[in-house]
Each structure stands twice: as structure tokens, then as C-alpha cells.
């Protein structure tokens, strides 16, 4: 799979993904107008590890609904993920078996030499 999910209202993920220089042949999923489904997120989940690395903590919701003050398990966040796409960290990329998720540099980085480099 090659497969970008995205915020199209986000200058991060438009800036990152001009960077990067996607290819055509990978699909983009505005996360926004087309939610995740469950299948997508297990696909997700199944790369990354855990629902936890998918999380954004810095999402808005996390913030005004005090879940930091709480003890979330794997269950708690896939439920979050799958409730409201702000929780997704942005943007994840999919380039067949590795997963690049977030706007960290060095992910960024990782993500770009993945793709130019195994195309």
C-alpha cells in the first residue's frame, strides 16, 4: 500500500507532502472529508505497533477534554481515533511495509529516502 492520510486544511501536512514530492501513484486520503474506517486504522495499527504512536496529544480535543489527565490503554485510543480525525497524528504515510507518522524532521526525513529511494 502507498498511502498518504492527510488534513487538507493543515499547511504542515501541504508543506510536508510538497517536500516530500508524493508520487502520483500514492493514494490521498483527506482525513477530514473521508474518515478513517476501522480497517484502515487496524492497517495502520498493524504497522505502527500500537494505537498510542497514532495519537496525537497535541490534538485540541485532547486538550479541552483533559485526557492527559487520564490513563488511556491501546483500547481508549483506537476508540479516540476512530471518533474524531483530529486525533490522528498527521500526516501518515504508508509506502508499502513502513510507516512514517507525524512532522518530526527526522520522520520527515526517513519518509522522503523511503520513497525516492525505493519507488
Same mark, same amino acid.
Given at each position: 500500500?502507498?498511502?498518504?492520510?492527510?488534513?487538507?486544511? $493543515?499547511?504542515? $501536512? !501541504?508543506?510536508?507532502?510538497? %517536500?516530500?514530492?508524493?508520487?502520483?501513484?500514492?493514494?490521498?486520503?483527506?482525513?477530514?472529508? /473521508?474518515?478513517?474506517?476501522?480497517? %484502515?486504522?487496524? %492497517?495502520?495499527?498493524?504497522?505502527?505497533?500500537?494505537?498510542?504512536? #497514532?495519537?496525537? !496529544?497535541?490534538?485540541?480535543?485532547?486538550?479541552?477534554?483533559?485526557?492527559?489527565?487520564? /490513563?488511556?490503554?491501546?483500547?481508549?485510543? !483506537?476508540?479516540?481515533? #476512530?471518533?474524531?480525525?483530529? +486525533?490522528?497524528?498527521?500526516?501518515?504515510?504508508?509506502?508499502?511495509?513502513?510507516? +512514517? &507518522?507525524?512532522?518530526?524532521?527526522?520522520?520527515?526525513?526517513?519518509? !522522503?529516502?523511503? &520513497?525516492?529511494?525505493?519507488?
Amino acid at each position: 500500500m502507498k498511502k498518504v492520510y492527510y488534513l487538507s486544511s $493543515c499547511d504542515t $501536512c !501541504k508543506r510536508i507532502m510538497k %517536500e516530500i514530492e508524493i508520487p502520483q501513484s500514492f493514494q490521498k486520503q483527506d482525513i477530514k472529508t /473521508q474518515g478513517i474506517t476501522e480497517n %484502515e486504522l487496524e %492497517e495502520l495499527y498493524n504497522l505502527a505497533g500500537t494505537y498510542e504512536a #497514532l495519537f496525537s !496529544k497535541r490534538a485540541q480535543l485532547y486538550k479541552k477534554r483533559n485526557l492527559k489527565d487520564e /490513563q488511556l490503554l491501546e483500547e481508549d485510543f !483506537k476508540n479516540l481515533l #476512530l471518533e474524531h480525525y483530529t +486525533f490522528l497524528k498527521r500526516p501518515v504515510i504508508v509506502n508499502n511495509d513502513e510507516i +512514517f &507518522i507525524g512532522n518530526s524532521k527526522k520522520t520527515v526525513e526517513a519518509a !522522503k529516502n523511503s &520513497i525516492h529511494n525505493n519507488t
